[in-house]
């Protein structure tokens, strides 16, 4: 429960990006940040949040009360603006993928899934959102130095850097519809690409 995400709104209410339920709770406790009520947006602090949080949050239970798990936190001094793009990262290349492969659909264990480059880099393919994409170990040994169409392979989706806010994992926008009053519909939208 503790190491469940929660969004992060800066000041304006723009969403910056997901922490752990632990680390939300420690904003709220010091005064940092209060947590937004999902069904009338308004903004409580710590005590406020413990006696009035909604009746049907999740809830840890302490000894002499219960906290009401915050989905949603703004912070109430920070207006910083989130990255305005995704750094590209291996990591990054198999969330917006799915985990799974782009060319038979199959997801692999993770020791099982690779990257690989649609043009291939021997015939000047760069590293690159719009060149890389998550393929299964077999697909892209089936592949291989060549480009899809020369071996019946193809895309799923044509690869693109990705536009969700910072830090924002596209599965757990899909898992949290709450989340999506806060986000862009261009970041909702390609997030469940």
């Known amino acids: 429960m503790l190491d469940r995400k929660t969004l992060v709104l800066n000041r304006s209410w723009m ?3 997901t ?11 010091r005064g940092v940040a209060g947590a937004v009520h999902p069904g ?16 049907d949050a999740l809830r840890l239970r302490a000894v002499g009360f219960e906290f009401p798990v915050p989905d949603v936190i ?9 990255a305005a793009a995704v750094t590209f990262s291996r990591r990054n290349v198999y969330r917006r993928d799915g985990f799974c492969c782009v060319y038979c659909g199959h997801t692999p264990r993770a020791a099982e899934l690779t990257i690989d480059h649609v043009r291939p880099r021997s015939q000047g393919g760069a590293t690159s959102w719009e060149n890389c994409v998550t393929a299964c170990s077999r697909c892209n040994a089936r592949k291989a130095d060549r480009a899809p169409a020369a071996v019946g392979m193809r895309l799923r989706r044509s690869p693109r850097a990705p536009r969700w806010p910072g830090g924002l994992d596209p599965r757990t926008l899909r898992e949290r519809p709450v989340w999506h009053r806060f986000l862009p519909a261009a970041s909702r939208g390609e997030a469940t690409a």
Do not use: D, K, Q
């Open 15 to 17: 969403p910056l990006t």
């Open 19 to 29: 922490t752990t339920v632990r680390r939300a709770i420690v904003l709220m406790a």
């Open 40 to 55: 009338t947006f308004e903004v409580a602090e710590w005590e406020t949040w413990i006696e009035r949080g909604p009746s």
């Open 74 to 82: 703004v912070l109430s001094g920070y207006n910083g603006m989130p």
